[in-house]
């Protein structure tokens, strides 16, 4: 059975800090999506990975993939107010593109 | 920008009643899912439909559960009788090739069961 495991799941940061969110996962892949969800909210793609060594980089936000230690990262440069929020990693679970979720990083960045 | 639309937003229902929400995925997408974000925690996988039929469900889409694609927009969740346990978010998602495409999601509709 797939898991998918990220940490921290919270994460209190200043604005101007930098921090990284992992997520792990249990069997081979190489597809991870990034999420990010608002309070009530849907969920937003971030980043869509599909190979070791994918990095891709949105403003603050950049995540890359190794998938063989099964690891992507999310790194975020500078934080500000507007990061706040929740962050999903995901794995594809089977060929039919379901996405298997990890628990989430709940990221509060304060002035 | 094309975009995933669910209905209704919130649905209140009673346990035991049946309720059916409605999702129109994206036009040119081909796979669609459902999935359930209980208050507070992760999304969980419950179905995939391809091909006019279910590609593949996790543990918790049981008998109780039911999906369609009644027309050639809409895609349906069907649940028979409701249980408390339900009440959550549920997002439909839609991708164009499934697997290594990327997945939108709708707003969501929020499922209370009193």
């Known amino acids: 059975e797939l898991k998918v495991e990220q940490n921290p799941l919270f994460l209190s940061m200043q604005e101007g800090k930098n921090y990284t969110i992992y997520c792990n996962y249990s069997?081979?892949?190489?597809?991870l999506y990034w999420y990010r969800q608002d309070p009530g909210k849907s969920l937003e793609s971030l980043f869509v990975l599909l190979s070791n060594g994918a990095v891709k980089q949105e403003g603050r936000l950049m995540a890359s993939l190794d998938t063989k230690a099964r690891l992507s990262t999310l790194h975020i440069t500078a934080a500000v107010h507007d990061l706040s929020a929740t962050y999903f990693c995901?794995?594809?679970?089977?060929?039919?593109?379901?996405?298997?979720f990890g628990k989430g990083t709940k990221l509060s960045v304060k002035p | 920008e094309p975009e995933v639309t669910q209905t209704p937003s919130h649905q209140v229902t009673q346990m035991g009643q049946e309720v059916i929400l409605r999702c129109v995925p994206i036009?040119?997408?081909?796979?669609f899912y459902w999935y359930r974000q209980i208050l507070g925690q992760k999304v969980e996988f419950l179905v995939s439909?391809?091909?006019?039929?279910?590609?593949?469900k996790s543990e918790i889409f049981d008998d109780q559960f039911s999906v369609e694609r009644p027309d050639g927009s809409n895609f349906t969740l069907k649940i028979r009788s409701t249980k408390l346990e339900d009440s959550a978010m549920y997002f439909c998602a839609s991708t164009l090739g499934g697997a290594n495409t990327e997945a939108f999601f709708g707003q969501g509709t929020r499922l209370t069961v009193v």
């Open positions: 995901a794995v594809a679970g089977g060929s039919q593109g379901n996405l298997i």
């Open positions: 439909f391809y091909n006019n039929e279910i590609s593949e």
């Open positions: 036009s040119n997408h081909l796979y």
């Open positions: 069997t081979t892949s190489d597809r």
